[in-house]
């Protein structure tokens, strides 16, 4: 199953061992799968440097008719290829600020954030800003508990355009966080220019934050940078109290990963987050 060449896709392949498909396939499969309902978001808790649970991270999943629940891994970047993430985005946005709303009725939930991964093929559509607006008007969502992830990566395009979204999102009330940073090569004059709230580390400077004295480097620079830009800072991927520990001896501010909670659908998340709240 190693045959995918330019036309085809890496998706379902090598990992669920299927017929390597077309990319024209892939995208019917995928805007069949929006009208079957097969998507579903799963939630993955934020946490505060006093242990509180302060929301969650979107992550979307396919419950396939065939092949079960798929990682993203296996078909954003495919959904991406072909256009198909803007469908499938702005399903995410409405399904995400549904959460919202019904986070908003259980006091233990209501000051939630929720955070949403947005790609960059979304930010370019000169309809974004006015998606994200209606997406909030029509499921009556607070917008100030709207968090969206940008990716380094992404603002090697139009800077000027991003911001621009960016700062008419801004006014909505909707913050911004910048995932996966540090993997990317955005430039600081860049970064004091996006109106963010947020730097998120990641995964891959946290992994070995213990044991690779370069990664413990990268992880308190982001800190600095992010407390000498106003911005907080979230770590992604912590598995260990050890990593939690060091860095929140680095001042970071707020943490995410499997060692307070996997990615899980909205109703397991708040069992769990009530029993975290016990200790
Ligand atoms: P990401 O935004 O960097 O999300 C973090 C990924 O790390 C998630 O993988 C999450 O399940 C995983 N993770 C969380 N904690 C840990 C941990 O402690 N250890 C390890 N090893 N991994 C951890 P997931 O859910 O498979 O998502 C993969 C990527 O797919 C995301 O990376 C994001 O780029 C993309 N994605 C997911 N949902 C959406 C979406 O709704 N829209 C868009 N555009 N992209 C999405
Ligand atoms: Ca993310
Ligand atoms: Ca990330
Ligand atoms: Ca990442």
Request: hydrophobic share 45%; net charge negative; charged share 20%.
């Amino acid at each position: 199953a190693k045959a995918a060449g330019r036309n085809t896709a890496r998706f379902f392949d090598p990992v669920m061992q299927a017929a390597v498909t077309t990319h024209a396939e892939l995208a019917k499969e995928i805007r069949l799968g929006l009208q079957r309902h097969e998507f579903v978001l799963h939630y993955q808790v934020q946490i505060d440097g006093q242990g509180r649970c302060t929301g969650a991270e979107a992550l979307v999943r396919w419950n396939h008719r065939v092949r079960g629940l798929v990682s993203p891994a296996h078909f954003i970047p495919l959904a991406e290829e072909t256009g198909m993430i803007l469908p499938l985005g702005e399903w995410v946005m409405e399904s995400a600020c549904q959460q919202l709303v019904e986070w908003s009725r259980n006091p233990m939930t209501a000051h939630w954030t929720l955070a949403v991964n947005v790609s960059a093929s979304q930010l370019a559509q000169p309809e974004f800003v006015a998606s994200v607006r209606e997406a909030l008007q029509r499921s009556g969502a607070p917008a100030g508990q709207l968090k969206l992830e940008l990716t380094e990566s992404m603002l090697v395009d139009d800077v000027e355009d991003i911001i621009v979204k960016m700062m008419a999102i801004k006014e909505l009330g909707v913050s911004f966080s910048l995932d996966d940073f540090g993997t990317g090569y955005s430039s600081l004059s860049y970064l004091k220019r996006l109106p963010l709230s947020q730097l998120k580390i990641d995964q891959s400077f946290v992994r070995d934050v213990l044991t690779d004295p370069s990664d413990a480097v990268i992880a308190r620079t982001v800190v600095a940078l992010g407390q000498s830009l106003g911005l907080t800072v979230i770590a992604e991927g912590v598995e260990t109290a050890e990593q939690r520990d060091a860095l929140a001896a680095m001042q970071c501010d707020a943490f995410q990963g499997y060692y307070f909670g996997r990615p899980a659908p909205a109703d397991a998340l708040i069992l769990s987050a009530g029993t975290q709240n016990l200790n």
